[in-house]
C-alpha cells in the first residue's frame, strides 16, 4: 500500500487548507481512514477518522468544529478540510489505514500504512 498526502502548506491564523489522502493501485473505499498530526514536539496523534461508508469522528476537543474530513470513493481519495486555523495546528500530517477494516479505529498503533505527510504551517 501507498499513501500519498497533498495539500499542505504555510496559511495565516484563520486560513483554511484541505488536504487529500490518495492510494495509487489500491482502494480507499474498503477501509476507513485516519488522519494523525504530529507537532513540533509533539506525539503523533489521531485527530480525524472516517469508515468506509462515511461515518466521521474528530476527535481532539482542539479540532472538532473546525476539521471535517470527508470521502469520494470514486476519486479513491479521502480529504480533511481544515477552517479557523490556529499556529497550534502547526504539523506534519499524515493518513493512515487499515486495509479492510471498515470502522474507524483510534489507536495510531492499529494503522498498517502511513503516507509521508505533508506540512501545515499555521503563522503570521
Known amino acids: 500500500w501507498q499513501l500519498v498526502e497533498s495539500g499542505g502548506g504555510s496559511v495565516q491564523p484563520g486560513g483554511s487548507l484541505r488536504l487529500s489522502c490518495t492510494a495509487p493501485?489500491?482502494?480507499?473505499?474498503?477501509?476507513?481512514v485516519g488522519w494523525l498530526r504530529q507537532g513540533p514536539g509533539k506525539e503523533r496523534e489521531v485527530i480525524s477518522c472516517?469508515?468506509?461508508?462515511?461515518?466521521?469522528?474528530n476527535l481532539p476537543d482542539s479540532v472538532k468544529g473546525r476539521f471535517t474530513v470527508s470521502r469520494d470513493n470514486a476519486k479513491n481519495t479521502v480529504y480533511l478540510q481544515m477552517n479557523s486555523l490556529k499556529p497550534e495546528d502547526t504539523a506534519i500530517y499524515y493518513c493512515?489505514?487499515?486495509?479492510?477494516?471498515?470502522?474507524?479505529?483510534?489507536?495510531?498503533?492499529?494503522?498498517?500504512?502511513w503516507g509521508q505527510g505533508t506540512q501545515v504551517t499555521v503563522s503570521s
Open positions: 493512515a489505514v487499515r486495509p479492510g477494516i471498515r470502522v474507524c479505529v483510534f489507536n495510531l498503533m492499529e494503522y498498517d500504512y
Open positions: 493501485g489500491f482502494t480507499l473505499g474498503n477501509s476507513a
Open positions: 472516517i469508515s468506509s461508508t462515511g461515518d466521521s469522528t
